[in-house]
């Protein structure tokens, strides 16, 4: 029988690569995501999964998506908390509201979405839960401060709530992607793009469903004494 999987920020890059991933091996799927509709119809269509449009910044909201999610699943084996924004300014430049929006987005709302599941998955004892950090969360990025911060956060809880809910048979891991040819990187000139790819081992973007693999096998059966790792997925980048 197929897993029940709740993935947050699934509409489009690594997080629509996971649901897909997924999917295609016979799991039930709810993703949730902020308001590219378009995107999410697309992505049901294509997969058969379902959709729920939510602000996870905001804990409420958080919480009562999870509860809807595991309604509609009929329960919850497996959380991919992957929803995260960006923003490369220097620290100067980098506003209250900047610094808040990202931190709300990336830790915050990972935060919420890991203390609502726990909670079922406790008492059932079992789950996998399986955060997004960044290669930036490892080894920090100039002009991205609180991006890089955001994600070392996401480690430090990962590695702390696997500590708390292993007796419970709940497995908590972190998947630190490079850099992947998704939405979030277009922003790069091809120049810049050239800079970057020069300082990766294996010279090339990854791709979302390089991630996307190496997260379905933490939720897997083949990963069940796995737990507080952080995994780079970057080509090398982050050695």
Same mark, same amino acid.
């Given at each position: 029988?197929?897993?029940?999987?709740?993935?947050?920020?699934?509409?489009?890059?690594?997080?629509?690569?996971?649901?897909?991933?997924?999917?295609?091996?016979?799991?039930?799927? +709810?993703?949730?995501?902020?308001?590219?509709?378009?995107?999410?119809?697309?992505?049901?269509?294509?997969?058969?999964?379902?959709?729920?449009?939510?602000?996870?910044?905001?804990?409420?909201?958080? #919480?009562?998506?999870?509860?809807?999610?595991?309604?509609?699943?009929?329960?919850?084996?497996?959380?991919?908390?992957?929803?995260?924004?960006?923003?490369?300014?220097?620290?100067?430049?980098?506003?209250?509201?900047?610094?808040?929006?990202?931190?709300?987005?990336?830790?915050?709302?990972?935060?919420?979405?890991?203390?609502?599941?726990?909670?079922?998955?406790?008492?059932?004892?079992?789950?996998?839960?399986?955060?997004?950090?960044?290669?930036?969360?490892?080894?920090?990025?100039?002009?991205?401060?609180?991006?890089?911060?955001?994600?070392?956060?996401?480690?430090?809880?990962?590695?702390?709530?696997?500590?708390?809910?292993?007796?419970?048979?709940?497995?908590?891991?972190? +998947?630190?992607?490079?850099?992947?040819?998704?939405?979030?990187?277009? #922003?790069?000139?091809?120049?810049?793009?050239?800079?970057?790819?020069?300082?990766?081992?294996?010279?090339?973007?990854?791709?979302?469903?390089?991630?996307?693999?190496?997260?379905?096998?933490?939720?897997?059966?083949?990963?069940?004494?796995?737990?507080?790792?952080?995994?780079?997925?970057?080509?090398?980048?982050?050695?």
């Amino acid at each position: 029988m197929g897993k029940k999987v709740l993935v947050s920020g699934g509409s489009r890059g690594i997080g629509a690569a996971v649901v897909e991933v997924f999917a295609a091996a016979g799991d039930r799927v +709810v993703f949730l995501y902020h308001s590219n509709h378009a995107a999410a119809k697309s992505l049901c269509d294509r997969t058969g999964a379902m959709s729920i449009a939510v602000e996870l910044a905001e804990a409420d909201a958080a #919480c009562a998506a999870v509860e809807q999610a595991i309604q509609m699943l009929d329960g919850l084996d497996v959380l991919v908390c992957n929803a995260g924004v960006s923003h490369i300014a220097q620290i100067c430049d980098t506003g209250d509201r900047d610094w808040k929006q990202i931190c709300d987005t990336n830790l915050s709302s990972v935060f919420f979405l890991c203390r609502s599941a726990s909670k079922y998955m406790v008492r059932q004892h079992s789950g996998r839960i399986v955060n997004v950090g960044s290669v930036w969360g490892r080894r920090g990025a100039s002009c991205e401060v609180a991006y890089s911060a955001s994600k070392a956060g996401v480690r430090g809880l990962t590695m702390a709530l696997a500590k708390e809910l292993a007796p419970s048979g709940i497995t908590v891991n972190c +998947v630190e992607p490079g850099v992947i040819a998704t939405d979030m990187n277009a #922003c790069f000139s091809p120049e810049e793009t050239l800079q970057l790819t020069e300082q990766i081992p294996m010279s090339r973007m990854g791709d979302p469903e390089e991630v996307a693999h190496v997260i379905a096998f933490l939720a897997s059966d083949a990963a069940s004494y796995v737990t507080g790792q952080c995994i780079g997925v970057d080509g090398g980048f982050g050695v």
